[in-house]
Each structure stands twice: as C-alpha cells, then as structure tokens.
DNA sequence: CGAAGTCTTGACTAGACTCAAGTTGGGTGG
DNA sequence: CCACCCAACTTGAGTCTAGTCAAGACTTCG
C-alpha cells in the first residue's frame, strides 16, 4: 500500500509543498531551491479568516491547516466548491494574472506562503519544469471539481459522503498527513461539510451517524478515523486515477 | 445590450475561434495569421461520434457543432460535466502534455479543427499572448464548472434549468450563434439535459414544461426561444461575471 | 457558570425519482 | 405513398430521499 504514497515529506510544510509538486513533474534540484527561497511564510491566520482575491495576483500556497472556497447565493445558501489542504495552491488565479476570481476561508490555523508574481514568472521562464508542475497541479483541481460534480449529479448523500472521505484520505496521504491508523484531522462543521456535498446539515448528520453505525468510519472532535476504507471505496465507487494524472479506468 | 457583446465574427468558424480567444487576451496580427495557418479543419463527425482523449495532445477547437464531457459511473448513469460550444477547446488535455483525460461526444454534426502540439507550442513561445488567451480560456472553463457545482448544489431542478439556458445564451451569444429573436440551436434530448443537470429526463420534461407554459421559453426541434430572458436570469440568480473574466458581484 | 456554536433527534413536507403506459414525429423500406 | 419503427417526448401514479422546522443535548471556552 506504502508504495502508491512514497515516502512522506519531513515535518516543514515547505519541503511537503516541494515534494507533492515534483509529484506532478520532476524538479530540478536547483529548481526546488530557487522555489524554496522565493517563498516567504506568512503568519499563522486564524480560523474563518477570510482571503479575498487581490488586483495583485501572487502564488499563493497553503503551508498548514484548511481553507476551502465557497460561493454564495442571494438566499444565504453557501456552496464549497473547493477544498484546499496543506501542500496545494490556495488558487490558480495567476496564471491567468487577473484578479483572483475567487474567496476562500480557512477553517483551522493556517499558514500561506506566497511568491511574488514577478518572481514566480521569472521562475518558470527559468525552469520551465515548474510551469509544467503547476499546470498539472491546476489540472489536477479542475479533475477533482468534475469528480465533485458526479457526486452531486449522480451520487447519494451516504455516496457523495464517502467519496469526499476517500477523496481526502488519498490527497492526505500524498502528503503524509494520514496516520497509520487511516486517521486524519478534517476541521470542517457538519454544517461546512454540507455546503460542500451539497446536503443539509441535518441529513450530514443522519449520514455520518450511518456510517458509524456500521463501524466503517469514526468522526469526532475534527478528526476522521477510517474502519474499512475498502468499504467506503467500494461504496462510493471511488477511483484514484483522477488524482494521480493516470489514464481513467472509469465505466466499462 | 450589443455593446457587450461586440461584433460577432463572420461565418467562418476558424474566424470565430480566433474572435473567441481574442476576446481572453488581444491577439496581434501575426499571431492571428500564424494560428489561422496552423490549424487544419478536420471532417464533419456525425452525431454520436465518441472522441477519446489520444496519447498525442494536439490543441482540438470546435468549429461547429456542439459536443460534451461526459462520465459513466458503474450502474450505468452517465454525467455530463462540460458542454462544448463552437469556438470552445474542446478540452485542454494539451496544456499538461499528459494524454487527455476525458472523452467527449458530439452531439450534433460537427467539425473539429487541429493543431499539433509540436506546433501549438512553437506558437506559444513566438507569440505568448496566446498562451495567454489560452490559459485564460482554460480558467473560463472551470468558472463554468464552478457555476455548475453550484447549480446542483443549491439551485432547485427549475433553477438549474434556466441558469442552463441562460448561460447557452450568453455562450453563444458571444459566438454569434444566437438570432436576432433571442433563439439558438440546442441539439440536446431532454436525456442529456437531464445527464448535464444531474436530473431525471422525466423531471426535466416536466420543468420544461412550466418554463413553457409561463411563456418563458419555447423549445422544439432543438432551438431554443428566450421569451424572456429577464425572468430567466431573475429565476436562476444568473450572473454573466464568471464567463467575461470581469470581478464576481456574487452575493452582498 | 453561562453562552454560543455544534451536534443530535423527531415529525412533517416536498422536490425529484421510478415505473409504466401512452403519444408524437421523423425516417425507412416495401 | 403509405405502413411501420424507433427514438424522443409526454403523462400519471406512487415512492422515497433529502429538506425544513423545531426542540433539546453536548462541548468548548471565556
């Protein structure tokens, strides 16, 4: 099972960032330091903190904790349409350079890092390896937003809640923040996570309460233990392939 | 009303692909001139046709015609997660290099025009204006899917409807696919509308017809009329930010 | 200890799905 | 030119998943 995951990242955020983008496409080691040192760290946010998009697009990258972006609608409904972990991009909106199309709020501590658009453009011209690893990195998001429309388009609540579960444990994994009991820290409401799967808080409820009492995961205090992951695999017809750039295997 | 949507451009399709992408990012001249010549115009496909992502990621624009992205799960229900508009990219698999990761249909007669990577990308490194233009078409596409998320996450069946057509109408408006009297081919049974809506094709029928019976719309032989287009974008909170690249003004 | 936010439970409602049976319309072949 | 066929569309009836409303219990945390 380890061999999918590759040896996890040591502890700096960082050095995880580096490593879950030389996933993507394989960096040169003067690549990775020119990356390390233009990336500044910014100060722990708290949670609900929101970030607006700027005029100034800078890279901007989660170090630690959560953030997801979210729209909302007059009638104060809210949708999550993007989770962000540790290791991701909190947007893609410079590689358009227009203003970051997008707000997003964290939902634990968080830590950004960020490099200066400039600074980042002259990167890529440089190594053009890391505007590949980006491109595939957006790639990437755009494949998980389709898998996230399946599951409102055609999945059930307790589905759509398993696969968000799966969805997670991989991505975690990939970047070395699942423990070796299928555990990992999910700081999301019952409340966010409706938002997210498109359901009411109540019916989250009722859902997790499902699959609890089926012993196939444990959730409390912002932290997800997974019983049987092959049952919430098969369950929630979950496929890696679309996290991992390969050819789908989907449908038959 | 015509001053946001400028000009449309001739009849030529290749013209109107190249009016489309100048719209992201001004194109000069020569780039014009080089992506003209570049691009070859393939056979009209009949309807049906699948199209399976190749392990060569040529840059593939629909010409005319209409096509979709689709996804099958195991029991055979079926998503559609992107509809395909003349003038669009059909997917933007080439951007990564990686073989493209989905598959799409036509559903109408179409034609498709090409241009091989080897080429695409000399064109991008002479001219980065349309890589730009490029990477800003790709960010428009997942703003439409964003919007979709949001359709089938908080917007009732006939909400999702109308936000549907309403965002076709602007799309093609843009084309200059749509008549003087508001209408506009849409070559899609009531299944796949249901398939792109996450609906069943029995309440999509039923949806139409309360749109239809309010005078909101006509639909027959697959053309749509826009009786009033107020209502509809009243109806489906629609709001045309997320398809210029100007700032969301989405929610208070 | 109180307060606020989160989680849980119950009862009722409603929007959408399924199944099943027509109806319409365009296209083909005799 | 008509008869037939098939796919798409339409209608009805019954069911069910998920939403809403409302109240109560559990946790933090100041």
Redesign the interface.
């Known amino acids: 099972m380890t061999s999918v995951l590759s040896a996890p990242p040591g502890t700096d955020p960082v050095e995880r960032f580096l490593h879950r983008l030389a996933k993507f496409e394989p960096l040169e080691a003067e690549a990775r330091d020119a990356l390390r040192r233009a990336i500044v760290r910014g100060p722990l946010v708290p949670p609900y903190q929101e970030v607006h998009g700027e005029s100034v697009p800078d890279v901007v990258v989660l170090l630690s904790g959560w953030a997801c972006?979210f729209?909302?609608?007059?009638n104060g409904?809210?949708?999550i349409?993007t989770l962000v972990v540790p290791g991701d991009f909190a947007d893609?909106?410079f590689?358009?350079?227009?203003?970051a199309?997008?707000q997003y709020v964290t939902t634990a501590p968080s830590q950004f890092g960020r490099i200066r658009a400039r600074q980042f453009s002259e990167l890529t011209e440089q190594f053009p390896s890391i505007m590949?690893a980006t491109?595939?990195a957006?790639?990437m998001?755009?494949?998980i937003?389709?898998e996230?429309?399946?599951s409102?388009?055609?999945?059930t609540a307790i589905e759509r809640l398993a696969h968000l579960i799966c969805e997670l444990w991989w991505r975690l994994s990939v970047a070395g923040l699942v423990g070796p009991d299928n555990s990992f820290h999910l700081p999301m409401t019952q409340a966010e996570l409706g938002?997210a799967?498109?359901l009411s808080t109540v019916h989250v409820n009722r859902t997790l309460q499902a699959l609890r009492r089926r012993d196939i995961i444990g959730l409390q205090g912002g932290k997800v233990h997974i019983h049987d992951l092959k049952y919430l695999t098969t369950l929630s017809?979950f496929d890696a392939g679309?996290l991992t750039?390969a050819?789908?295997s989907?449908?038959t």
């Open positions: 972006h729209q909302m609608l007059g409904k809210r949708q349409s893609f909106g590689l358009t350079g227009s203003a199309d997008i590949r491109l595939k957006a790639a998001e755009t494949a937003g389709r996230r429309l399946i409102l388009g055609l999945r938002a799967l498109g017809s679309y750039g050819a789908p989907r449908a």
